[in-house]
């Protein structure tokens, strides 16, 4: 079954929603019980199923806070999305393994999200611009 745009918008946006709240529960809810979570550059690498994920969205809500997601530009395929935006907010902790030291940080992110034909995320495979966050926060 193939999802429409609107309907692709409405899971990122609520995930995305979930995010900002630093709702853990919530961002899961989101994700497909075979979902593949892909942050780009982990060490742990891709994981597989929410409960997998779980330890990931923990350590990010604690490291960030007063997160804001302002989306920039999103390319639709069928039942996928690739959405670009800049992440806003404070790094408390230890973001990316980097001291936070509560300063202000801001930051590309990069989206491909594939979603299963009931409309949850399949796939989320996340490119962050460590770059940019290196160089604000050492």
Known sequence: MKLSKGKMDQKIDEHFGFEARNDVEGVLSTLAPDVIHDIIGSPTGPTYRPENARPFYEKLFADLEDGKVTKIKRLYGENFLVDESVWEGIARGKPFGIEGN????RFR??????????????????????????????
């Open 109 to 138: 992110l990069l989206h491909v999200i594939e979603f299963s034909e009931e409309g949850l995320i399949q796939r989320e495979n996340v490119w962050i611009d460590l770059a940019a966050i290196i160089q604000q926060l050492q």
């Open 102 to 105: 509560g300063r202000p940080l």
